[in-house]
């Protein structure tokens, strides 16, 4: 006999198991944010509890959340209310909490800029097939991006991979991440944020000698930029900028 949950799953809670499925980790105020913006603090608490009472999602404390209570979906919730034939692969949780923490940060900042129409995380691109997501999506699947952002540029929507650095990576791994974009013509623009300018000065050096075309292909920001101070400028090695937040 097919066992009931003990309370009424609704649309909202539904949306919600998509979001964290498709980010892997948030915190309790992510989830708030982005998934139960109409609850109050106190009623969000308690509906988490409940849900983690069902055994939908799980909390786990770590320090690499910074001691911060973070969710994750579990096996429960996708076979119930996710899975369907267009299922790739099952990753429900987060093996880089930090990293993906701040992913779900440059998720909200991106997709409250005008111009960022669609925000599809890593997981999400990994799990559910071309035919549900569209095959414009396959190029950042091979690619393993961290994300792909619609943005409509000059009034033509096209579709930019998202890559977030958290922290100083050696020159060979720059080169790695920024030759497999060199190398995918179908990925036209690439949107990478960094933790600090540091970092993005040189990662842009890298790529100004690897660009023998000089296609200024990347388009870089901090986290510090994007995240805490809402700039939605992003500019390139060539000094060229794309603007986020301003139609056209």
């Not at 890559?163 to 790695?176: A, F, I, N, P, W």
């Amino acid at each position: 006999m097919k066992q009931k949950n003990r309370i009424e799953i609704r649309q909202n809670d539904v949306d919600f198991f998509f979001f964290l499925h498709s980010v892997k980790a948030a915190t309790i105020e992510q989830v708030g944010r982005d998934a139960y913006p109409l609850l109050k603090k106190w009623a969000l608490y308690k509906r988490l509890q409940m849900l983690q009472n069902e055994g939908l999602v799980q909390g786990s404390i770590t320090s690499s959340s910074g001691h911060r209570k973070v969710y994750s979906i579990t096996r429960k919730a996708f076979r119930k209310y996710l899975s369907n034939a267009h299922v790739k692969r099952k990753e429900l949780k987060s093996d880089a909490i930090k990293h993906d923490l701040g992913l779900v940060e440059i998720r909200y900042a991106l997709l409250n800029l005008d111009r960022v129409t669609r925000f599809i995380p890593e997981n999400s691109l990994q799990t559910w097939s071309s035919d549900l997501l569209g095959k414009e999506i396959e190029p950042f699947v091979i690619s393993n991006s961290d994300a792909a952002a619609q943005i409509t540029v000059s009034q033509t929507s096209i579709f930019f991979a998202l890559e977030y650095e958290l922290s100083l990576k050696t020159e060979t791994r720059y080169q790695e991440t920024i030759r497999k974009y060199y190398l995918e013509s179908e990925v036209t623009r690439v949107l990478y944020v960094v933790e600090s300018s540091n970092d993005l000065k040189k990662i842009m050096d890298i790529e100004k000698t690897m660009d023998r075309k000089c296609l200024g292909k990347f388009f870089y920001t901090t986290f510090e930029k994007l995240v805490q101070k809402k700039e939605s400028k992003f500019i390139n090695w060539k000094g060229e900028v794309i603007n986020l937040g301003v139609q056209g």
